[in-house]
T-cell receptor, first 113, second 117 residues
Framework: RKEVEQDPGPFNVPEGATVAFNCTYS??????FFWYRQDCRKEPKLLMSVYSSGNEDGRFTAQLNRASQYISLLIRDSKLSDSATYLCVVFKFNAGNNRKLIWGLGTSLAVNP | DTAVSQTPKYLVTQMGNDKSIKCEQNLGHDTMYWYKQDSKKFLKIMFSYNNKELIINETVPNRFSPKSPDKAHLNLHINSLELGDSAVYFCASSQDDPVLAGINEQYFGPGTRLTVT
């Protein structure tokens, strides 16, 4: 099993649709979780951190399910500008200041007019 | 002001050459990273330095050698370039969160597109 897994998609949805992505992780001791967005030929940018209690930022909602070891991203009222690749990131501190930082392969979203 | 900058933006070179990519951040962050993104768009971490100390060293050929002269700079030197090294290389920085034992947002540079012919 891969350490971080995402459905690569592509997800093709019409404007205004609600779409959800999941990201599963294998290390139950993982500590920090993030969703990043990457536009074509650009650098990744943070979309939102994922907190234990779940968090919302406008049309975006992120949730963490530690029991089932996955994080999710929900996008409501999709806009054309939401078309991008969404990457999940899982982080863990190991002993001696070592870190494990794993990126998912990303889920491609295309919002169509 | 550019937060994380990389030079050069494009690099075309022949197999067997040695090249360097430079990265600088002006955010005052204590951690810097090098990533490789291949043609399949898979973003893989290569190295990370925290306060000039190497803290992540993934399975990367020893032809790749990072150097961090200070907290604000992390350069990547590549010896004996191979065709498979062609990719986009991203530098990033972040600030540790020791209270939450995690890391904060990573800020990425614009990437260096390396083509080995």
């Amino acid at each position: 099993r891969k350490e971080v897994e995402q459905d690569p998609g592509p997800f093709n949805v019409p404007e205004g649709a609600t779409v959800a992505f999941n990201c599963t992780y294998s290390n139950s001791a993982s500590q920090s979780f993030f969703w990043y967005r990457q536009d074509c030929r650009k650098e990744p940018k943070l979309l939102m951190s994922v907190y234990s209690s779940g968090n919302e930022d406008g049309r975006f909602t992120a949730q963490l399910n530690r029991a089932s070891q996955y994080i999710s991203l929900l996008i409501r009222d999709s806009k054309l500008s939401d078309s991008a690749t969404y990457l999940c990131v899982v982080f863990k501190f190991n002993a001696g200041n070592n870190r494990k930082l794993i990126w998912g392969l990303g889920t491609s979203l295309a919002v169509n007019p | 002001d550019t937060a994380v900058s990389q030079t050069p933006k494009y690099l075309v070179t022949q197999m067997g050459n040695d090249k360097s990519i430079k990265c600088e951040q002006n955010l005052g962050h204590d951690t810097m990273y090098w990533y490789k993104q291949d043609s399949k768009k898979f973003l893989k971490i290569m190295f990370s330095y925290n306060n000039k100390e190497l803290i992540i060293n993934e399975t990367v050929p020893n032809r790749f050698s990072p150097k961090s002269p200070d907290k604000a700079h992390l350069n990547l030197h590549i010896n004996s370039l191979e065709l498979g090294d062609s990719a986009v290389y991203f530098c990033a920085s972040s600030q540790d969160d020791p209270v939450l034992a995690g890391i904060n947002e990573q800020y990425f540079g614009p990437g260096t597109r390396l083509t080995v012919t």
